[in-house]
């Protein structure tokens, strides 16, 4: 069931608490300044299924990341709560992966100490996971670059590398946050690709945030379409398309249709 309010959306998605992987109730969120408040988020209203791939798509500023954040338990709300796992988050949890649209790497440490890294911060024994660091990189297409540093890797090198760590502690969780954005549009859907298909294999729920909407259908279960700041959910969609999914979908009238509904609420047809 979906009820309407004039411009922000409720979604009710059926779910209890125990079925729910997140549940967004009434959040807002107010940065506060100098010179006044700036609500960045106004009454969000959100579930999220466990194994599901969905997108947050919206105009700069409108709040996705921010509601990443938040949702991540880097950002505590001004009002209203998120809960995962029908538990109130308020701190980072270790069953949620983060990565940002840059690949965040330590330029003095190889590719494979770079992936190992957060064993290294959860104290865990790096020889234990050694094997499946290199497992990951493989699986990405970086086992020739094991020894190499950041400096001596392609952006899309490097985000892959960061999509390898994120992976190796296994959350059940991975929260995107753009991290395709800097890329180009070849080496971008080469990692769309290789991401659809980790999902896959693994289960995973993903979050991802994007601005760009042929991306966002392309890759999502759902859509939430978010309004200028501040941001409130306008709508999510339901992507029907087949599974696996082939660039060739993107011939797809359903394909277009999705996209140009989205363009539509963004006011950019």
Known sequence: MTTTTGSMVSIDEATTATQAVFEVDNLYKVFHTDTGGVMALRDINLDVRPGEFLSFVGPSGCGKSTLLNVMAGLLPPSHGEVRFKGAV?????????????????????????NVLMPIEIFGWDKKK?????????????????????PAQLSGGMQQRASLARVLLYDPSVLLLDEPFGALDEFTRENMNLELLKIWTETGKTVIF???????????????????PRPGEVARVLDIDLPRPRVLEVMKDQRFADRVFEIRELLGVA
């Open 129 to 149: 996971y050694r094997p499946r660091a290199l497992e990951l990189l493989e699986a990405v297409g970086l086992e020739s670059f094991v020894r190499a540093y």
């Open 89 to 113: 988050i308020d701190a980072p949890h270790r069953d949620i992966g983060m990565m940002f649209q840059t690949s965040v790497l330590f330029p003095w440490r190889t590719v494979l100490e």
């Open 209 to 227: 945030v994007t601005h760009n909407i042929n991306e966002a259908v392309f890759l999502s279960d759902r859509v939430v379409v978010m309004t």
